[in-house]
């Protein structure tokens, strides 16, 4: 059922930190899973969780996002009434291209002031995990709040640099954001979810603006916490934080966990995504397929082992590949071996080609470069 | 007002195909899983489109929800148009009483409005339950060129086979001058593939006499046909020379299967060119574990498997214990096979269970007597439980609690 919430996404914030994977698409875009990309996740949970008119900031780069969401037939949100919306640059005369939230939310001011709902959900795309937003509106509500802040305290080994870590009292009220270099496992670190409301929004954007003040981590949620209702909603499930091409990497291999797939993926809230009507994969006669997973339209006739494949690729007699990524419809010739290589889509690797990277230094191979 | 459409295809897709036993009980026979991800109606339905006909009618009749959810608005075929597309097309209560189609030629008789709402020059009426890839525009084009009233496809079938079809013997010109239904002494190796194009003009006017005639059995092959060659209207054959399969027994859908892991039979699914269109489940890519073995198969998304898997081809979310084997085998989407146990020849129907340590099918080297042997079939969500054994050619539609069966 539709509720009351519109979502926000950021399509393409933290670029500058997968800057490889980036460099022709957005964040929103790339590839992740074999046969998502990374919007898919944000789509399906505001989608399962009733938020059904949704609009996608972008900045640059958008042509492969503009493919892949189209009308947004995929996500059930092809409608009448709300519905997907790409939001690029300049749809507003005068309101140009900032490089900040604050500024791009300015800059489809419109689109907000013509919606109907009554609160705002802003997303990032760079969090793979299926979350239910519905209790979280519903503590927004109960809690009358001015902004709910989703968080996890449960972060790996690495921790997160850059992080917007948050101490709050008993009632889950947020006392102090603070920016820290390397948030560790147990701190309450924010993960880019915020529901808050479309009239207070749209206040503080245009006093951000009248004043400059245009980083809404610091100047907004960090400086002026005392003086909104601030409260943080917790998020416990599995998800994976991708702002770094080692954690892409990791996060793709976190998908051969088999509790990680049931996590992620289950019947009743489903990860949509576009879908190509590839025939099934097909593994001929000598083909060893070890701990992986492949994607349909597949030819395999080699050996893969720890490995995501993604849609279309041909993997060679006699090849191996382990612990790899490999986008759509790249091609790794007989004979070839590749570990710890991301390939994105269309690489040709040649006959007898040996490729390595490090477990901490995959080596990542642009589109349609030919080896 | 619907814009003009030169060719109308009209899809025959109402018959029981009851020689399908337990896998048609609850869904019409064009909507029988094949390929690992593909329904039957797919095949005519993508062939259509990639002949650039863009209105299209479902005849359905027998078990329809499957069908008609399948098919739904035509999306994913891109029949979806606002005054084109698909159109599934049920039998109908009219003014002078409400009929059962009583034959495939009184299914396109009951739906002449919808055929004349596009005022076409050609009808294209097909079978649902065949499995190819044809140009349907290159068969119209030559049925243009030789002026005919209709043009029906035949495929080169052996000398021995050709008593099991419908035999069509041409003149030289490729006109044809005689029908004849599996002969014993076929005169020529040219089988119908149940394909014909019609110019609609005379078509309308058959169907109209057809259905006068109280004695007919309002069947194209019987009736409206040789009713056409009596009264001498051009009749030609079009040879087609690809890949085509009537899917109507278990031992051709298993065959038509097993055929897209031949390298050497010329039916190819994969690329952009003449791409085949299905509705697709919403699943995450397959997932093969550390214990797998996979050889020469197919397998669609959302599978699980840490088998072993050979000459086999697995549906959408098939989920595969450790140890379990699979050989030579079609499961169809969500059926599980547990920890251990062993499947042989068969076709396991949609969801149905197959607990631990149980056997299904056996192989047909294990039998002097080939004619005991055949391919064994568990229905739509059976439960074959620990440890039980199905023997081959067995057609299973109630649960299998113990023993052999």
Redesign the interface.
Known sequence: MKNNVLGLVFGNNHADRIESLTSHRAVASVPFGGKYRLIDFTLSNMTNSGVRNIGIIVNKNFFSLMDHVGSGKSWDLSRKNGGVHLLPPYIQSGRGMGSSEIEAIYAIERFLHDSNEEYVLLCECGMVANIDFEPMIQQHADTEADFTVMYVNNLDSEGRKDALSMKMNSENRVEEFSIVPCAKSGENVTVGAILTNKKLLMKVVEECISTNKLNYMKDVLQSEVQKYRCFGYHFNGYYSLISSQEEYFYANMSLLKKENRQALFNDTKPIYTKVRDDMPSRYGLGSSVKNSLIAQGCIIEGEVENSIIAKGVTIGKGAKVSNCIIMQDTKVGDNATLGYVIADKDVVIKDNRTLFGYDTFPIYIPSEKVL | MYPKQKTVAMILAGGQGSRLGVLTRKLAKPAVPF???YRIIDFPLSNCVNSGIKAVGVLTQYQPLVLNEYIGNG??WDLDGTYEGVTCLSPYQQMDGAYWYSGTANAIYRNINFIERYDPEYVVVLSGDHIYKMDYSKMIKQHKKTNAACTIAVIEVSKEEASRFGILNTNPDGSIYEFEEKPAHPKSTNASMGIYVFSWNKLRKYLEADAADEKSSNDFGKDVLPAMLNAGERMFAYAFDGYWKDVGTIDSLWDANMDL?NPNVPID??GEKD????R?P?????????N??????????GCEIDGN?EFS???PGVKIGTGATITDSILMPGAVVEDGATIEYSIIAENAVIRKNAHVGAKPEEFDNRDEWGVAVIGEGVNVAEGCSVAPKAMIDTDVTGGNQ
Do not use: C, R, T, W
């Open positions: 390929g690992g991800k999306q994913p892991l699914l994969s791409k085949i269109y299905s697709n919403v699943m995450h890519p397959q997932y093969i574990g550390e797998a073995n996979i050889q020469n198969s197919l397998v669609a998304d898997l081809v697995l549906f």
